[in-house]
Nanobody
């Protein structure tokens, strides 16, 4: 069982940055691939980024490549999402997931124009 708690969301102006954190409880965090998804109002949940359990491979959806960076600290049981050059289209609830089996409650990101 893994419990995930996201934090770091908020309101930011276009062009700004936010850093999301996802703290995991449980003893097997380092064995899970970790990911970030987002869901905008009226839209389906969308994959954003994934980092393998070892940290050796990372994947991004095209729309965030070059702007977002996923990273993890297995010693702290935490995965991060650094978001730069934010646009209003990035407004959504952001969720982290462990192996697509466990999900956090989400954190709201709102980007104003």
């Amino acid at each position: 069982q893994v419990q995930l708690v996201e934090s770091g969301g908020g309101l930011v102006q276009a062009g700004g940055s936010l850093r999301l954190s996802c703290a995991a409880s449980g003893r097997r965090f380092s064995s899970y691939d970790m990911g970030w998804y987002r869901q905008a109002p009226g839209k389906e949940r969308e994959f954003i980024a994934r980092i393998l359990y070892s940290g050796t491979s990372i994947y991004y959806v095209d729309s965030v490549k070059g702007r977002f960076t996923i990273s993890r600290d297995n010693a702290k049981n935490t995965v991060y999402l650094q978001m730069n050059s934010l646009t209003p289209e990035d407004t959504a609830i952001y969720y982290c997931t462990a192996g697509n089996s466990y999900w956090g409650q989400g954190t709201q990101v709102t980007v104003s124009s």
